[in-house]
C-alpha cells in the first residue's frame, strides 16, 4: 500500500502513515483492463430484446395482427391504438399508416414477437 498523500510505502495493517501523519484510506480494488466482474453478464444485444418480458401485456398478438393487417385496406393505426399508444395511433390513422411503410415494419415487428405495448410488454 501507499499513502495518497506523501507515496511513502505503508504496510497492509499501518492505519497512519509514519511519514505525513495523514489517515490511511483503503484503496479500491479496480479490475485490470479486459475482465469484468463475475456479477456482469454481458449479452448481445439481439439477445437482450428476445428475452420474455417480466409481464405479459393484456394485449394479444392475434388481435394487433389483425388489426394491422386492416392497415393496408385504408384503417392504419388501430393496432397502436389498441396497445396504448395513441400519439403514434393517430399519426398513423392520420397518415395511412406512415404512407404503408410504418405499417409493413409493424406488421414485421408483431410477426417476430418484437411489437412491445405502451409500457413495454411483449405482446404474447
Same mark, same amino acid.
Given at each position: 500500500?501507499? $499513502? @495518497?498523500? $506523501? ?7 499501518? @492505519?497512519?502513515?509514519?511519514? $505525513?501523519? $495523514?489517515?490511511? !484510506?483503503? !484503496? ?21 430484446? *428476445? ?10 398478438? @392475434?388481435?394487433? &395482427?389483425?388489426?394491422? &393487417? /386492416? ?6 393505426? /388501430? ?8 400519439? *403514434? ?19 414485421? &415487428?408483431?410477426?417476430?414477437?418484437n411489437f412491445y405495448d405502451k409500457d413495454g410488454n411483449q405482446l404474447l
Open positions: 500500500m501507499t $499513502c @495518497k498523500h $506523501c507515496g511513502a510505502s505503508l504496510t497492509p495493517e499501518e @492505519k497512519v502513515c509514519s511519514y $505525513c501523519r $495523514c489517515a490511511v !484510506e483503503e !484503496e479500491e480494488k479496480i479490475p485490470m483492463p479486459g475482465t469484468l466482474p463475475t456479477e456482469i453478464r454481458l449479452m448481445p444485444p439481439f439477445q437482450q430484446r *428476445t428475452m420474455a418480458p417480466a409481464t405479459a401485456a393484456p394485449h394479444h398478438k @392475434k388481435a394487433a &395482427l389483425i388489426m394491422c &393487417l /386492416l392497415g393496408f385496406f385504408g384503417i392504419s393505426g /388501430l393496432h397502436r391504438l389498441y396497445t396504448g399508444k395513441i400519439g *403514434t395511433g393517430l399519426l398513423w390513422l392520420f397518415t395511412f399508416g406512415l404512407f404503408g411503410l410504418g405499417t409493413l415494419i409493424d406488421l414485421i &415487428l408483431i410477426l417476430v414477437n
